[in-house]
């Protein structure tokens, strides 16, 4: 048998290794994409499963989270009552008096509420209502929220639908398996971001690049906030803030309120809350976001133990609901405390209770509600205005992140006991007739800008070098898993065929066909082809590489998102550029589900 490197290929003659200036023929058979979403098409593929109201699990019960409105309304009006009574007390008289909700934590601040500040609150408020919405779009492609770094199901403590079918779980045979995309959930347009099952890449769009109008925002805020001095209205001075906190939550809970001196001085409860979210909850959310992206993962070792990404998504999640409830509660203190006056400070910027400052509110939320309305059917008619605008926005951002060294690897113990399937397996009678044979007539054909192009047979791939690794998984729907590869390092590759200069590019062919028909493809960066850790895999925890997982061959890049790693590889291509290929977005999730080509995160 001619050894790898002299070019040769089995004797079935099936391919040969084309020109490097010809047309791959595989580009023919990828499909063009529609600029827009058809819903009605869209639902054919993935028909509509509503979410669920969320369920919390308690110890092996499951609850709806509705049942805490009926139990918090009892709650509430028990709290009311106690409240009362314990103000009849003379003690606790006595430490409303010491400690009235303002004194010496804040000293007074006589600098009103500039413009600045005004625009910027309500800038704050625009850019986290989208970043919620699609938050919560993303979670319903993978409804399901726990700790377990490998995403077992059975496992989590809250989800958006009923269990796994135990029966699709054995992933046996593969056409039965209950695959990543099957587990996705719909939500109603009002509420997620565009609200379609399986809609995630938009979503993506939207949220991150609101997170980053968000941090832009959060940043000019933060650096005003201490040149300005109006820092000492969100930062205690000393501890004295605890007992008056406790003072005024005991005034608000009995519903004899604390005198309003918020022109001047928080009392000790709004401080402590204020502090909490623009100190605390800002800052948690945008690393929480960062510690669910594969290159920080692939860098820091965070695929596997107690900061791993199911825990950055759960404590992700607790910071939504922990700026929803504050939005809601916020907004219902500020009507019950002194309405005009209140808004006045933050429309107006004046210590006063002038109608102005309600109609200048009722403008600002008009706004916020029509661009609420608007954004789903603006996103279904103008998708690719979306990707392309996000990718302005943010892309530069993830080609950033994509120049983290991924040298995270795990031991033994950190393999996933379960790791969920995806993808949409291969039907033609080629790849049938070579998996019926074991695959021992599969050839893989590597050609494009190279000097050497090559065709090698499977046997040819198992004699190169095996380099074995025990990596993460990240998937662009949430959840994540750790696997045993072993196969062939796409450097040796990479120097068996010699890329010309001008090939910056390399393209995975699938056997597979995506959703809407067409060949599956993906493009991934020359220099990532090069680095210690990608591969070409053909086995997966110790055994051959099923035909569930990708088999013969799939690829492995530990900086990008799991879509890119291209399963049952037929061919691979080195170009210049992706723009002729499919609708030249660079893969064909990007192409027809509007993903992005850059996926560290």
């Known amino acids: 048998m001619d050894q790898p490197g002299e070019g040769a290929r089995p004797d079935s003659g099936r391919e040969t290794a084309r020109a490097a200036s010809a047309p791959d023929p595989l580009e023919a058979e990828l499909s063009p994409a529609e600029d827009r979403i058809v819903v009605t098409e869209w639902s054919r593929r993935i028909p509509p499963i509503m979410a669920w109201v969320p369920h919390m699990r308690i110890g ?12 918090g309304v009892v709650l509430l009006i028990a709290g009311i009552a106690v409240a009362q009574q314990l103000r009849t007390y003379p003690a606790v008289q006595q430490f409303i008096h010491t400690y009235p909700g303002q004194g010496s934590f804040q000293p007074p601040v006589t600098l009103g509420f500039p413009l600045w500040l005004r625009i910027l609150h309500f800038l704050n408020l625009l850019f986290i209502a989208f970043i919620i919405r699609a938050g919560i779009q993303i979670l319903a492609d993978h409804p399901r929220l726990q700790v377990d770094a490998g995403s077992t ?42 609200g379609i099952r399986h809609s995630i890449g938009l979503a993506r769009w939207w949220h991150f690049s609101c997170d980053l109008l968000w941090l832009v925002n959060g940043v000019a805020f933060y650096v005003l906030l201490f040149t300005t001095g109006q820092w000492a209205r969100l930062v205690p001075r000393n501890w004295d803030v605890i007992p008056n906190a406790a003072s005024t939550a005991l005034q608000y809970l009995s519903l004899d309120f604390p005198t309003n001196e918020g022109w001047t001085q928080y009392n000790g409860m709004q401080i402590l809350v204020y502090f909490l979210a623009v100190f605390i909850a800002a800052p948690l959310a945008f690393i929480t976001g960062l510690l669910q992206a594969p290159a920080i993962a692939a860098r820091f070792g965070l695929g596997w133990g107690r900061i791993n990404r199911q825990v950055a998504r759960c404590v992700h999640f607790a910071v939504l609901t922990f700026f929803v409830l504050f939005i809601l509660v916020h907004t219902v203190m500020v009507y019950i405390t002194g309405l ?14 002038a109608w102005a400052g309600l109609w200048l509110y009722v403008i600002w939320m008009v706004i916020v509600v029509a661009l609420w309305w608007a954004a789903s059917p603006l996103t279904l008619r103008y998708p690719r205005v979306v990707q392309k605008t996000g990718r302005l926005l943010v892309g530069w951002a993830k080609g950033l992140l994509e120049w983290r060294d991924a040298r995270a ?3 033994e113990r950190a393999v996933s006991s379960f790791f969920w399937p995806n993808g949409t397996l291969p039907t033609s009678q080629v790849y049938a007739t070579l998996r019926d044979n074991g695959f021992r007539d599969y050839t893989l054909r590597v050609d494009g800008l190279v000097e050497h192009p090559v065709v090698l047979s499977y046997d040819q791939l198992k004699a190169m070098p095996r380099q074995e690794q025990i990596t993460q998984h990240y998937c662009i729907q949430g959840w994540s898993g750790v696997a045993k590869w072993g196969g062939v390092p796409m450097r040796d590759i990479v120097a068996l065929v010699r890329p010309s200069p001008q090939a910056r590019w390399v393209v995975f062919y699938s056997f597979a066909a995506g959703t809407e028909g067409g060949r599956y493809y993906d493009a991934h960066k020359i220099e990532h082809m090069r680095h210690h850790l990608t591969i070409l895999a053909y086995e997966m925890n110790g055994e051959p590489l099923n035909v569930l997982h990708g088999a013969p061959l799939r690829l492995r890049n530990e900086l990008e998102l799991g879509f890119k790693m291209v399963k049952w590889i037929e061919a691979i291509e080195f170009v210049e550029s992706f723009e002729h290929l499919g609708a030249g977005q660079g893969g064909y999730n990007e192409d027809h589900e509007f993903y992005g080509y850059r996926m560290p995160i």
């Open 60 to 71: 092996k019960r499951w609850f709806n989270i509705l049942w805490l409105l009926p139990i």
């Open 409 to 411: 690897t795990y031991p």
């Open 153 to 194: 199901p059975g496992r989590e403590w809250l989800r958006l639908r009923g269990p796994v079918p135990p029966d699709r779980m054995k992933q046996e045979p593969p056409e039965r398996a209950w695959t990543a995309k099957d587990d996705a959930v719909t939500l109603p347009r009002w509420l997620g971001l565009p």
């Open 340 to 353: 005009l006056v209140n808004l006045n400070h933050i429309t107006t910027g004046m210590n006063t209770a």
